[in-house]
Structure formats: structure tokens, C-alpha cells
């Protein structure tokens, strides 16, 4: 016979029985029910009428989920593994706004993060197949990891110096501009690169509003480097390749049998 730990175990980390399923569906609507209180009470018409009932409803919701976060460390298996792993942090995280807003005002604003643990309708519905995409987008975003950072490098030192050119130009026309310091300018630079365009900070000469043209040009052709990057891995991946252990080379094809850079052998 199972005792209450076991049968607690299998209803609540496990999602093929009818109520471990219905355990996670009564989970999933508690946090997005939470999660919308949070939302509704940032709104100050709202939380000047139902003030007492937000604080409530957020209190009864922080200890339901305290009550679950301390079930799951009694029944689980492997506490350190679950304290210490995704879920758990994500699970703690979820409680402690509620409890730190009782020493700093403004941090129960946080618990909107508890929409994270939503994420587990994924196990509940079985959709593996999205994790499984979900990982192989992460591992082609850390296979490109090196090529990313030479891209940003480039982006940074453009930044820097179109931004101190632009405060070199623009100097005499600071008051109307906008470009007060370097710092500033390297932030207009960023803001014109990524075409965002707040117009909190204008050129207001000839020569600054052709280098402002020229930056805009630019942060259309740079802007989707990134995403080709990433894309050729992920072809590279799905064409079916084996990492060298030697040099790690990821890509060489899946058949080989030496490294197509170093020449070592392929395990």
C-alpha cells in the first residue's frame, strides 16, 4: 500500500493520472487568476476601490502556492535536485514578492512572475514535440555564440564612434540637439541603430543629419544579421552534423569519420 507521500508524489509531479492532471489544471488557473490581480491592482482607480480585496486575494493565492512549494519539497524525490533546479527556483520565486513586500514597498509587483510557471501546460499536454524545438533553438543560439559576440563587438564600436563623432558635430548646437556628452550621444546612436527613434534627441546641422541617414541605413542592414547567423546554424543542424572533440567543430557531416579542420578522430 503507497503511503500519503507516495500518492502525493504522483499527484503532484505527475500528469498521467486523472488527479495529477487535474491537480496542474487547477495550478495553471489559480497562477493565471493571481497573475491578473497582480495586473488589475497596478491599475490606481482599481486598487484605490478594491484595495483590501486585491491584498486578500494575493495573500490567499502567496499561501496556497507556499503550501505546494513546501509539499513539493517533502514529497519530491530529490529535494536538492528540485530546490536547486528550473522548477524550484521558478516555484520559490513565485511566493517571495508577496513576503518581501512586507519590507519593501513595490515588490508585489513581481509575483507577475508567476505566469512562468504556466509553462508547465507543455507537460500537461504532452506537447514534447515544442520543448524539443525550444531546445534545439537554444542550442543553435549556443552554438552561434562566438559569431553573436564578434556582431555585437562590431555594432558596440560603431556606436561609439558615429556617437563621438555625432557629439564632435553637434557640440555647438548642444542646447537644441541634445547631445550634451558622449554618453548621450553613444545612447542616440544606439537608439538611431536599432531604429527605434525616440526624437528626444535631434541633429540639428547638415553634416549630423547625413551621418543620422547613414546610421539608419546601417541598422537596416545590420539588424538582421543576428537572425541569418542563428538560421545557418540551424541548417547546419538539421542537415545532421557531429561536434570534434578536439577542436569543437560542429561542423562536420554526420557520416564523417575525421574532423574536416583538425583531422581527429571522430568518436
Same mark, same amino acid.
Given at each position: 500500500?503507497?503511503?500519503?507521500?507516495?500518492?502525493?508524489?504522483?499527484?503532484?509531479?505527475?500528469?498521467?493520472?486523472?488527479?495529477?492532471?487535474?491537480?496542474?489544471?487547477?495550478?495553471?488557473?489559480?497562477? /493565471?487568476?493571481?497573475?491578473?490581480?497582480?495586473?488589475?491592482?497596478?491599475?490606481?482607480?482599481?486598487?484605490?476601490?478594491?484595495?483590501?480585496?486585491?491584498?486578500?486575494?494575493?495573500?490567499?493565492? %502567496?499561501? /496556497?502556492?507556499?503550501?505546494?512549494? =513546501?509539499?513539493?519539497?517533502?514529497?519530491?524525490? &530529490?529535494?536538492?535536485?528540485?530546490?536547486?533546479?528550473?522548477?524550484?527556483?521558478?516555484?520559490?520565486?513565485?511566493?517571495?514578492?508577496?513576503?518581501?513586500?512586507?519590507? #519593501?514597498?513595490?515588490?508585489?509587483?513581481?509575483?507577475?512572475?508567476?505566469?512562468?510557471?504556466? @509553462?508547465?501546460?507543455?507537460?500537461?499536454?504532452? @506537447?514534447?514535440?515544442?520543448?524539443?524545438?525550444?531546445?534545439?533553438?537554444?542550442?543553435?543560439?549556443? &552554438?552561434?555564440?562566438?559569431?553573436?559576440?564578434?556582431? =555585437?563587438g562590431m555594432v558596440?564600436s560603431i556606436v561609439?564612434?558615429?556617437? %563621438?563623432?555625432?557629439?564632435?558635430?553637434?557640440?555647438?548646437?548642444?542646447?537644441?540637439?541634445?547631445?550634451?556628452?558622449?554618453?548621450?550621444?553613444?545612447?542616440?546612436?544606439?537608439?538611431?541603430l536599432t531604429t /527605434?527613434?525616440?526624437?528626444?534627441? #535631434?541633429?540639428?546641422?547638415?553634416?549630423?543629419?547625413?551621418?543620422?541617414?547613414?546610421?539608419?541605413?546601417?541598422?537596416?542592414?545590420?539588424?538582421?544579421?543576428?537572425?541569418?547567423?542563428?538560421?545557418?546554424?540551424?541548417?547546419?543542424?538539421?542537415?545532421? %552534423?557531429?561536434?570534434?572533440?578536439?577542436?569543437?567543430?560542429?561542423? &562536420?557531416?554526420?557520416?564523417?569519420?575525421?574532423?574536416?579542420?583538425?583531422?581527429?578522430?571522430?568518436?
Amino acid at each position: 500500500m503507497k503511503s500519503i507521500r507516495d500518492r502525493l508524489y504522483i499527484i503532484i509531479f505527475e500528469s498521467d493520472t486523472p488527479a495529477g492532471k487535474a491537480f496542474d489544471v487547477v495550478l495553471i488557473i489559480s497562477i /493565471v487568476i493571481s497573475v491578473l490581480v497582480v495586473m488589475l491592482e497596478s491599475i490606481p482607480a482599481l486598487r484605490a476601490r478594491y484595495q483590501l480585496e486585491f491584498y486578500a486575494i494575493d495573500w490567499f493565492f %502567496t499561501l /496556497v502556492f507556499t503550501l505546494e512549494y =513546501l509539499l513539493r519539497i517533502w514529497v519530491s524525490r &530529490n529535494t536538492r535536485s528540485y530546490v536547486f533546479g528550473f522548477w524550484g527556483i521558478i516555484d520559490l520565486m513565485a511566493i517571495l514578492p508577496t513576503y518581501l513586500g512586507i519590507l #519593501v514597498t513595490g515588490t508585489r509587483y513581481l509575483l507577475a512572475i508567476r505566469i512562468l510557471r504556466v @509553462l508547465r501546460v507543455f507537460r500537461i499536454l504532452k @506537447l514534447v514535440r515544442f520543448i524539443l524545438e525550444a531546445q534545439t533553438i537554444t542550442r543553435a543560439l549556443t &552554438n552561434s555564440y562566438q559569431k553573436i559576440i564578434v556582431f =555585437l563587438g562590431m555594432v558596440l564600436s560603431i556606436v561609439i564612434i558615429l556617437g %563621438t563623432v555625432m557629439y564632435l558635430i553637434e557640440n555647438g548646437n548642444a542646447a537644441e540637439s541634445g547631445f550634451t556628452s558622449i554618453p548621450v550621444s553613444i545612447y542616440w546612436a544606439i537608439v538611431t541603430l536599432t531604429t /527605434v527613434g525616440f526624437g528626444d534627441i #535631434v541633429p540639428q546641422t547638415v553634416l549630423g543629419k547625413i551621418i543620422a541617414s547613414l546610421i539608419m541605413l546601417i541598422g537596416y542592414a545590420i539588424i538582421a544579421v543576428p537572425t541569418g547567423i542563428v538560421t545557418n546554424e540551424l541548417l547546419h543542424m538539421q542537415k545532421g %552534423t557531429r561536434l570534434c572533440p578536439s577542436c569543437g567543430n560542429n561542423h &562536420n557531416d554526420n557520416d564523417a569519420s575525421y574532423c574536416k579542420v583538425c583531422g581527429h578522430k571522430l568518436e
